[in-house]
């Protein structure tokens, strides 16, 4: 099997009150499972696309000769692998700020409260199930995307750099219809950004 769960960074109830042990332990061990196990399901039909960089993979996605509902698995399983892989990476029990990103942020944006304000924004009114994004393309210019799905960033070119889950599977549990709620408290436990 080509991919594999990644081992979370902390312990399942690391990021409590925030976000609840119960939610991080089924967001972990059987929502990102099974976007893994659909992943590589689906590359056993095409064991030449098992060498290539899942982001690459993504951002060549439109090219590649294979069935349009295996591509449409790849952005979808391949997606949900990925931004997942990321999410857990981006939050931690404790800050650790990261400069170059706070300094371009403020750049582009007056202010990291100014930056939350846009992204929150656009977390809340995103309908359905996706993902809100901070990316960067190849000249380093910050773009963000509001996605559906698990599309990722990497689909139009650009690298992720922080993603929001807004999947009611990511809150549900603790937070039920309070999506805000749940944003305000993801804000607590995003590592990079004080
Ligand atoms: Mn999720």
């Known amino acids: 099997m080509p991919y594999s ?5 902390y312990a399942y ?20 499972q099974t976007y893994v196990d659909k992943l590589n399901a689906v590359l ?19 090219q590649l ?9 790849i952005r979808n399983h391949g997606g949900g692998h990925t931004n997942h892989t990321l999410f857990w990476q981006i939050m931690g029990p404790s800050k650790s700020v990261d400069v170059e990103l706070v300094a371009g942020i403020e750049k582009e944006w007056q202010s ?13 009114g995103l309908f359905g199930s996706g993902w809100v994004w901070l990316a960067k393309d190849e000249t380093n210019k910050y773009h963000l995307h509001a996605l ?18 807004v999947w009611e599977h990511a809150y549900y549990l603790k ?9 305000a408290a993801w804000w607590k436990v995003l590592k990079f950004l004080p």
Do not use: C
Request: hydrophobic share 35%; glycine share 2%.
């Open 175 to 183: 937070y039920q219809n309070k999506r805000a709620d749940y944003i």
């Open 65 to 73: 000769n294979i069935p349009a509902a295996d591509k449409t698995a």
């Open 148 to 165: 559906p799905n698990q599309d990722s960033p990497l689909l139009h070119g650009h690298t992720p750099l922080i993603g929001l889950d």
């Open 5 to 9: 769960l990644p081992k979370l960074p």
């Open 13 to 32: 109830d690391a990021l409590e009150p925030f976000i609840d042990a119960r939610t991080m332990e089924i967001h972990h061990s059987k929502h990102h």
């Open 112 to 124: 990291i409260d100014a930056f939350k304000k846009t992204f929150t924004d656009m977390a809340t």
């Open 44 to 62: 056993e039909k095409h064991p030449d696309l098992v060498d290539e960089p899942l982001e690459q993979l993504l951002a060549n996605l439109e």
